[in-house]
């Protein structure tokens, strides 16, 4: 069974920096992106950064230059380094991972950590 546990949300200052990790687990050979979404009160979730098992990395265009994505294949863990945060960062980030390759399965479907507050706020 695959599991995404995430940790590292908070209450920070605007201008203040979190770091949050994303470890999945479940005998897993591969996983082929990992990635981090976010959803505030009353909006849609949207895609903040994802990186693939290559390095590849892709940010929505809010947080280009602020925010760095990162993995550990070894580790199976994705981060997601959050400076310069803003009141506007404020919501719920959830780790994705896709296309993900145990030792007996591949799992094509998403699958979704249990989300983790991050507010910004003085």
């Known amino acids: 069974q695959v599991q995404l546990v995430e940790s590292g949300g908070g209450l920070v200052q605007p201008g203040g920096s979190l770091r949050l990790s994303c470890a999945a687990s479940?005998?897993?050979?591969?996983?082929?992106?990992m990635g981090w979404y976010r959803q505030a009160p009353g909006k849609e979730r949207e895609l903040v950064a994802r990186?693939?098992?290559?390095?590849?990395?892709n940010y929505v265009d809010s947080v280009k230059g602020r925010f760095t994505i990162s993995r550990d294949n070894a580790k199976n863990t994705v981060y997601l380094q959050m400076n310069m945060l803003k009141p506007e960062d404020t919501a719920v980030y959830y780790c994705?991972?896709?296309?993900?390759?145990?030792?007996?399965?591949?799992?094509?479907?998403?699958?979704w950590g249990q989300g983790t507050q991050v507010t910004v706020s003085s």
């Open positions: 479940g005998n897993i050979f591969s996983i082929n992106t």
């Open positions: 990186v693939t098992s290559g390095g590849i990395t």
């Open positions: 994705n991972a896709a296309g993900i390759a145990t030792s007996t399965k591949f799992y094509g479907s998403d699958y």
